[in-house]
């Protein structure tokens, strides 16, 4: 398993106007073929700083969301939006020490 980790800074004007898109855009992104899930967490000290947090099961998978449709639909609407230059790590999880929980 793959765990993708994206740091996105956005100007404060456009913060909200990512936030809404990113409610239309979310679950296609989480339920992508290959992708495991996926969270967006936001800092409590700068909320303009977002991050991306997915699981995926494979390099492949990744790769295949990245040069997919979707991605090129979205990455070019909030790349404008951006006020700092985003980063990406890609890690191997060794330890999941997350509960599930039965709703």
């Not at 980790?5 to 456009?14: A, G, I, N």
């Not at 991605?71 to 890609?90: C, D, G, L, R, V």
Request: net charge negative.
């Amino acid at each position: 398993m793959l765990v993708r980790v994206v740091k996105l800074t956005f100007q404060d004007e456009h913060l909200d106007e990512f936030l809404r898109h990113f409610e239309t855009v979310k679950w296609k992104v989480a339920q992508f073929p290959g992708c495991r899930g996926m969270r967006l967490i936001q800092d409590l000290d700068n909320p303009c700083l977002i991050m991306t947090y997915s699981e995926w099961e494979h390099v492949d998978a990744l790769e295949n969301y990245r040069h997919s449709e979707l991605f090129q639909s979205i990455w070019p609407m909030i790349k404008p939006w951006f006020a700092a230059k985003p980063e990406a790590w890609s890690f191997r999880n060794y330890f999941d020490g997350f509960q599930v929980v039965n709703a």
